[in-house]
């Protein structure tokens, strides 16, 4: 399969924790890495690999990953998480890569 | 700290082929990287068009293949993308972006332009 499925929308509280999900047959075989979009701006990397942050990430974020579903969880959501996330990973394939349809996260 | 600078044209008419450019500055163009081209429609989300490693080496969108060419300038430290005969759907904004990677094991797109909008209409 291609295809990388995620909850199109979440919410959480200020504070509060949550978990963004992606699910995909080639996640057994590749990590994936997730990306934070506001609006108007270009992605950025937020999680990569088994759970690993570019410098400037704050450690709120963290990634984690079992069979077919990467996760993605924000441990003390703030005001400036809310975003657009999008995991992304190559395919089963191994030759090409799939987005995730992006999970729109507002912080209550 | 690397960056990434693409231009193009930003209007296009039915047919036309769309041409854009990614040119990479203040850092390395060689090494294990994938250059890669994504774009995303109006509110909708993110569109994996196709990539070139450091090889030389192209994927693309199955969807797109027939239609799209990446190309590198090592020379200029340029990154192209071709999309022929467009019509509205590939009204979209495009961004390059950069994603280091050892055999199977990918390091995450750490580096994206600035996105071009691109929007074809008669």
């Known amino acids: 399969s291609s295809e990388l499925t995620q909850d199109p929308a979440v919410s959480v509280a200020l504070g509060q924790t949550v978990r963004i999900t992606c699910q995909g047959d080639s996640l057994r075989s590749y990590y994936a890495s997730w990306y934070q979009q506001k609006p108007g701006q270009a992605p950025v990397l937020v999680i990569y690999?088994?759970?690993n942050r570019p410098s400037g990430i704050p450690d709120r974020f963290s990634g984690s990953s079992s069979g077919n579903t990467a996760s993605l969880t924000i441990t003390g959501a703030q005001a400036e998480d809310e975003a657009d996330y999008y995991c992304?990973?190559?395919?089963?394939?191994?030759?090409?890569?799939?987005f995730g349809g992006g999970t729109k996260l507002t912080v209550l | 700290q690397v960056q990434l600078q693409q231009w193009g044209a930003g209007l296009l008419k039915p047919s036309e082929t769309l041409s854009l450019t990614c040119a990479v500055y203040?850092?390395?163009?060689?090494?294990?990287?994938?250059w890669r081209w994504i774009r995303q429609p109006p509110g909708k989300g993110l569109e994996w068009i196709g990539e070139i490693n450091h090889s030389g080496s192209t994927n693309y969108n199955p969807s797109l293949k027939s239609r799209v060419t990446i190309s590198v300038d090592t020379s200029k430290n340029q990154i192209s993308l071709k999309l022929s005969s467009v019509t509205a759907a590939d009204t979209a904004v495009y961004f390059c972006?950069?994603?280091?990677?050892?055999?199977?094991?990918?390091?995450?797109?750490?580096?994206w332009g600035q996105g071009t909008t691109v929007t074809v209409s008669s």
């Open positions: 690999g088994k759970s």
């Open positions: 992304n990973s190559r395919d089963s394939s191994g030759n090409h890569q799939v």
């Open positions: 972006a950069r994603e280091l990677a050892s055999r199977d094991y990918f390091y995450g797109m750490d580096v």
């Open positions: 203040g850092g390395s163009f060689s090494g294990n990287y994938y």
